[in-house]
């Protein structure tokens, strides 16, 4: 199926007298007929659903649904995209370990990596966009477990030239986990430019209506992962099961379920998972009028004298339109718009202050339009150097394009600009 009807009719498939519509099973077990049938789901070689810390029906269909989009052989959902950026960092890498990551990724996750993961004994290396090869190379080294960047990053909007950091990472070893929020795979489907492992924020666009907190992580099957202790020698937690042996293809997001799941209980409840199922069915169509919405957005900003700068790939004059071009559909560069406006953080605040139909709002990636100062905000927890870094200025807004007519949302810009 493409895309579009995977979104509609992907994951669940309705039999003979079955509901059309995904049914919620909201239950925590289920029951066997034999003590034999469920040791063997303990066992792993099995497969049926045990307990839903682990595993539901109605997670499990959202989950064939978003892997199906992404072209991943399986997905793993989780209680929120910070919990899935963790996991996908965790299942291969430990204490005494390093990792290389970017420095515009969003504000909590750089938290997360820097400061979280630090305490745990795993250090992130921060490189920059600019940085040529052969500076991440160096700090590549035997304990390096892999590379973690975003296709858009959050706010900042700079686009990742996936195939040159996929091919990067492979030549040392390890693999590319992208996270994918924003562009989605109707946008961007990663793996096709030589990523490994896919995450998301599912909050963001997939649900559209901030209704649900919730995360994926989509495993490419692609990677091999035989130099990995974890996954390619045996687990005693299972009585010797070997990842790569039993799973083959599936050795890495079978562990994520299994073994991290199972013991940090990032868990999704099964109507969340179907609250998502709602917004993935409408978001092909949801993604199109947010990046038409949003072109038209930093157009008309880049026509006013009260606007310093505007960063939009899909701007012919931004500095990623040839990096959109190639990796985004059709150039659509999804519905968030970074700019500044004169006066600073003061003009910033003013601005946000007067808006009407736009809501200040600590979220992104909502069918309603809403805004927000990350400096202030979620931002707030770095330092100077790291929101220079992640290019994040005292008077940066980011506008996240909703789908309402165009004209109300230019009314209310230009009436806000007013004020500043």
Same mark, same amino acid.
């Given at each position: 199926?493409?895309?579009?009807?995977?979104?509609?009719?992907?994951?669940?498939?309705?039999?003979?007298?079955?509901?059309?519509?995904?049914?919620?099973?909201?239950?925590?077990?289920?029951?066997? &007929? #034999?003590? @034999?049938?469920?040791? =063997? $789901?303990? %066992?792993?070689?099995?497969?049926?659903?045990?307990?839903?810390? !682990? *595993? +539901?029906?109605?997670?499990?269909?959202?989950?064939?649904?978003?892997?199906?989009?992404?072209?991943?052989?399986?997905?793993?959902?989780?209680?929120?995209?910070?919990?899935?950026?963790?996991?996908?960092?965790?299942?291969?890498?430990?204490?005494?370990?390093?990792?290389?990551?970017?420095?515009?990724?969003?504000?909590?996750?750089?938290?997360?990596?820097?400061?979280?993961?630090?305490?745990?004994?795993?250090?992130?290396?921060?490189?920059?966009?600019? &940085? #040529?090869? @052969?500076?991440?190379? =160096? $700090?590549? %080294?035997?304990?390096?477990?892999?590379?973690?960047?975003?296709? !858009? *990053? +959050?706010?900042?909007?700079?686009?990742?030239?996936?195939?040159?950091?996929?091919?990067?990472?492979?030549?040392?070893?390890?693999?590319?986990?992208?996270?994918?929020?924003?562009?989605?795979?109707?946008?961007?489907?990663?793996?096709?430019?030589?990523?490994?492992?896919?995450?998301?924020?599912?909050?963001?666009?997939?649900?559209?209506?901030?209704?649900?907190?919730?995360?994926?992580?989509?495993?490419?099957?692609?990677?091999?992962?035989?130099?990995?202790?974890?996954?390619?020698?045996?687990?005693?937690?299972?009585?010797?099961?070997?990842?790569?042996?039993?799973?083959?293809?599936?050795?890495?997001?079978?562990?994520?379920?299994?073994?991290?799941?199972?013991?940090?209980?990032?868990?999704?409840?099964?109507?969340?998972?179907?609250?998502?199922?709602?917004?993935?069915?409408?978001?092909?169509?949801?993604?199109?009028?947010?990046?038409?919405?949003?072109?038209?957005?930093?157009?008309?900003?880049?026509?006013?004298?009260?606007?310093?700068?505007?960063?939009?790939?899909?701007?012919?004059?931004?500095?990623?339109?040839?990096?959109?071009?190639?990796?985004?559909?059709?150039?659509?560069?999804?519905?968030?718009?970074?700019?500044?406006?004169?006066?600073?953080?003061?003009?910033?605040?003013?601005?946000?202050?007067?808006?009407?139909?736009?809501?200040?709002?600590?979220?992104?990636?909502?069918?309603?339009?809403?805004?927000?100062?990350?400096?202030?905000?979620?931002?707030?927890?770095?330092?100077?150097?790291?929101?220079?870094?992640?290019?994040?200025?005292?008077?940066?807004?980011?506008?996240?394009?909703?789908?309402?007519?165009?004209?109300?949302?230019?009314?209310?810009?230009?009436?806000?600009?007013?004020?500043?």
């Amino acid at each position: 199926m493409e895309k579009e009807t995977i979104c509609v009719q992907g994951g669940y498939e309705s039999k003979n007298g079955e509901p059309r519509v995904l049914p919620i099973y909201q239950s925590t077990t289920y029951s066997y &007929d #034999s003590s @034999e049938e469920l040791a =063997k $789901l303990f %066992d792993l070689s099995k497969d049926g659903h045990m307990y839903s810390r !682990i *595993s +539901n029906p109605t997670v499990a269909a959202v989950e064939k649904k978003v892997a199906a989009l992404e072209g991943g052989v399986g997905a793993m959902m989780t209680s929120s995209g910070q919990a899935a950026s963790l996991i996908s960092v965790l299942n291969i890498t430990s204490s005494g370990d390093n990792f290389i990551c970017f420095s515009n990724l969003y504000g909590g996750t750089t938290n997360l990596f820097a400061v979280t993961l630090k305490k745990l004994g795993i250090e992130a290396r921060f490189v920059s966009l600019e &940085d #040529s090869d @052969e500076d991440i190379e =160096k $700090l590549i %080294d035997e304990k390096t477990t892999l590379i973690f960047a975003e296709t !858009i *990053s +959050n706010p900042s909007l700079e686009v990742l030239d996936i195939e040159r950091y996929a091919k990067l990472a492979h030549k040392n070893g390890i693999p590319l986990i992208v996270d994918n929020t924003f562009a989605t795979p109707m946008l961007c489907r990663p793996f096709e430019w030589g990523a490994d492992i896919v995450v998301h924020s599912t909050s963001k666009y997939m649900d559209g209506h901030a209704e649900v907190v919730g995360g994926m992580i989509v495993d490419s099957g692609k990677f091999d992962w035989s130099k990995y202790k974890g996954l390619s020698e045996p687990d005693e937690s299972y009585h010797g099961v070997t990842y790569t042996k039993d799973f083959k293809e599936l050795a890495y997001i079978t562990k994520a379920r299994v073994q991290l799941m199972r013991d940090l209980g990032s868990t999704p409840s099964p109507f969340s998972a179907f609250l998502l199922n709602n917004g993935l069915e409408t978001l092909h169509l949801r993604m199109l009028r947010h990046s038409e919405n949003a072109l038209a957005v930093a157009k008309h900003l880049k026509e006013s004298k009260k606007v310093s700068w505007v960063n939009y790939p899909g701007l012919e004059d931004d500095k990623y339109h040839v990096l959109a071009n190639k990796y985004l559909d059709n150039g659509l560069s999804s519905g968030v718009v970074s700019f500044g406006t004169i006066n600073g953080k003061e003009g910033a605040t003013r601005f946000m202050d007067s808006l009407k139909l736009a809501k200040i709002c600590v979220h992104v990636a909502d069918l309603r339009t809403c805004v927000l100062h990350p400096a202030s905000t979620t931002h707030r927890q770095l330092t100077d150097e790291q929101l220079e870094s992640a290019g994040v200025k005292p008077e940066f807004i980011r506008f996240s394009t909703g789908i309402e007519n165009i004209n109300d949302i230019l009314s209310d810009i230009d009436q806000a600009l007013e004020k500043v």
